[in-house]
């Protein structure tokens, strides 16, 4: 019984390990994308939004993902 209970638990961990790259995708992907709308929206020349909006998404990613990885080793 306690290792039908334990299998489970791996594969649990197992789902969400594999669901963090593509949640960190995700997020990076539309940070980045609403950075290229508001530079088209108020351009400028260096396009700073799109590089604002890109570093920020790979931060809250970053975030997300030692939250995730603290949460899994409680």
Request: no cysteine; aromatic share 14%.
């Amino acid at each position: 019984m306690s290792d039908n209970r334990q299998d489970k638990n791996n594969r649990n961990k197992w789902i969400a390990l594999i669901n963090i790259p593509i949640q960190m995708g995700v997020i990076i992907f539309l940070f980045s994308w609403f950075g290229g709308w508001l530079d088209d929206k108020y351009p400028n020349p260096k396009n700073i939004y799109q590089i604002i909006f890109t570093l920020l998404g790979v931060f809250i990613a970053l975030y997300n993902v030692i939250r995730q990885v603290n949460q899994l080793n409680k």
